[in-house]
């Protein structure tokens, strides 16, 4: 039996707040292993598009994915912005963003969500409405679904 | 120190492993040299008496017992009392086969398996039904409860240089696991203690006064001895042999070591120690030398900058201390294939018998090394090609006969050191591959083009290792479901290896897989495309030419490299890796092989040859699948491991 403390615990999602392709965006903070600066990539021939390649984090190879290419918007400069370093899908890999903003605790209640039009065939979880984090909605991010897209097995 | 009973188990299971294939390797030799071979006979019975004092010690009763029944029967087959007969040799086997899976089970269960019943009743029935005693499945209370002195002569961990303490401890002792512990912790303040019976950890855990003995290598007196086990407590009687070959001495006698002995023994043991070590010790050793290597390259990078003498010095000394290293590493981790082709005797047997086919099974290269994480990966593949070369290449006898050939087939398996490589080869003087019977089969399944004639030895493994496309007219219990040969090529891919096809008709095959003698760890050719820096690993390299020079010449719509009297294709490394952009001016050519098969890899510049570290990455979805790995250059960047050999999958 859940306690009424607990279950108000749970109905609260801390999310990281960052921005790709001009949009406001977010992700489950429990999944982000840590945010380092945007590096050169090395290419991965034959990857798809918004894959930008292989980078080097302290000795680890990790893929990083460019979440803008993904929604549209040209690729980003190399070097350029922040990579956030993610576990989804079983898999420890980067996402590259133009700029990390906050971490804000949003009621789960207070999320909405996505039609299929915008959920980006499943990258889109749900949406954080106007008037929640800011003035703008903001596109809460799935891990897994990106790593299910991008990465094989 | 630790007391921690599954290290023991761990340590037991190694080493009754051991025993167990040299009890099979023995067999095999008692099989072809028949009653008279006493040598293999003897070699037999020695790893079951080993096996049964290691599991007395272990409180493995049940086991114990076994090996018992076995080397009573043993014993009457020594002693011309039974027929050296194949039944009786099945027999054997067989129980050799339920010691293992009995030692394997030990820690878990006390009592005996149905598979031990069973092949002693085997035994039994072959042996006549007289057998020395009843089997029976039950525990017992473990050897060290018994209050007499141990017999140390039946266990074997007290054969060894040094001398043998038997200590017993007093009747009304108090904490006797504490004392027999306090003891054997007394003696190894002056001198290293080998073995004990007992294990330390039987002892330890001891509630009842013990007898115990162990063996000991130390120049101190037999005096010293004998006062260092008196001060841990509750000691009766104390006895040291120093006779070495006659254990038992005098009880009352306590022989004094000479210095000049123990001087003698300690330099004995000295070129017989080993250390067993974990192998994901080794794993995260290899791991922090490839830091070390990355990290060595960056500094070099650094100072090659800062451009002061002392600081280049020092660096230089550096690299070399660390290259060193490397190579300590690497031979640590290396172990002798015999580890695991040690198996192969056996299993080759049975096959062959289940098979009715009559076959000669040598192995060579025994004592080549490999990385020992390779060596564990490259049995299973081993065990396919075997298989088949005894179903389907190997035929039955009376064909042979028929054919003019021996009546025993022929099976080699090989290992060789080919450069940066190791040649693992099996090969049959079976019927070969029937190339038409193939090439129809593809051709039915679409994977050959309908105008070709014949299959050469490369389009030949092309087939044979497209699942589901088997030539076996009936599937068999061991090999033919056509997953066999693709099933190798996938694995040995993994490994940074490829497979080689011979079969000249009615001659036999050979199937030749070549694996790097590492994995971590490559020496690779670093190489520029554009603005993209690829790492080529040597295993597929044979040479580098320029480009230029009337090398490379325009034949029938496509750049050919004439090298020598040979016409190579050309591949274009931009190409390959998909890359757009003008190639630049001066150019180079690296030659890379697989088997038989040459080709010509352009690149626009060749950065030098490095050992690089190998790293796994996750690839994306729809990228190509070239890459065996990545590597860091020592600016930090990731750079890419070309998979040389399936670079000829397309051309």
Redesign the interface.
Known sequence: MASIESTADLDVKRLLLFRAAGRLCACDLSVVREIVAAR?A???????AW?M????VR?????VMDLAVRFGAPRSADGVGSVIVVAGGG???GLRVDSVRDVRAVADAALEPVDDQRNADGVVRALVPAGVVGDESALVCDMDAIAR????G | MSLDPARYAELFRTESREQLATMNRSLLLLEQGGADDQDSLSAVFRAVHTVKGMCATMGYHAVAEFAHELESLLDRVRRGELAHAPALMDALFAAADAFEGGLDSASDTSLATPEMTAALQRLHDVAGGTATGEFRARPQEPMAAHGALVDVAATDPLDGPGVIVRVRQSADAILPGVRAFLAVEKLRAIGAVMATSPTEEVLREATTPQAFALRLVTTASASAIEAAVRSAGDVAQVEVDASGQVRRSTRATIAVVREGEAAAVRAASRTTRFVRMDLARLDALMNLMG?LM?TRGRLLQLSAGIGDAALDDTLQHASRLIAELQTEIITARMVPVWQVFDRFPRLVRDAARQLGKDVNFVIEGKDIELDRSLLDEIGEPVVHLLRNALDHGIEAPEVRVAAGKPAAGRLVLSAARDRASVLIRVSDDGRGIDRAKVLARAQAAGLVDATVRELDDEQLLRCIAHPGLSTAEQVSDLSGRGVGVDAVQTKVRALGGSVELRSPPGLGTTMTVRLPITLAIVRALLARAGT?CYALPLTHVRETLEYGGGAVQHVKGRDVLVLRDELLPLLDLRQV???GGAPGKAREIVVIERGDRRSGLVVDELLGQQEIVV??????????A?FSG?T?LAD?????IVDVGSLFQGT
């Open positions: 050169v090395t290419r991965l021939p034959g990857a798809p894959v390649g292989l980078i080097n000795g680890t190879l990790l893929t898999k420890l890999f897209e991008a990465l094989a | 830091e990355i993209e890796v998909r890359q790293k796994p990455f996750d690839a994306p979805r729809e990228g190509l070239l990545a860091i930090g960047a990731p750079a890419l």
